[in-house]
């Protein structure tokens, strides 16, 4: 069982930067493949980043490519997004993710934390 909770989200202008955290609780996270994901209001939630348990392995949507980086430190339990060269439509609520059975599948999640852009 991994229990996340995520923070670092708020009110950012256009082209700051943004670096969200995900603290996660359980003896297996550094087994654990994790991911971020966001959902836009009114839109659907859509994958944003994976890491793998090592942290040796990364990938990205399209979306955010070149923008965004996905990180981790099993010695502290925490995975990260750090978030460059925000724009509004980055806005939205972001999720993390642990217990990857692939990109876009995952057995845990955490609770959420709001980013807004403002242009």
């Known amino acids: 069982q991994v229990q996340l909770v995520e923070s670092g989200g708020g009110l950012v202008q256009a082209g700051g930067s943004l670096r969200l955290s995900c603290a996660a609780s359980?003896?297996?996270?550094?087994?654990?493949?994790m991911g971020w994901f966001r959902q836009a209001p009114g839109k659907e939630r859509e994958f944003v980043a994976f890491i793998n348990y090592s942290g040796g392995s990364t990938y990205y949507a399209d979306s955010v490519k070149g923008r965004f980086t996905i990180s981790r430190d099993n010695a502290m339990n925490t995975a990260y997004l750090q978030m460059n060269n925000l724009n509004s439509e980055d806005t939205a609520v972001y999720y993390c993710a642990a217990g990857a059975r692939t990109y876009y599948d995952y057995d845990y999640w955490g609770q959420g934390t709001q980013v807004t852009v403002s242009s």
């Open positions: 359980g003896r297996t996270f550094s087994m654990s493949a």
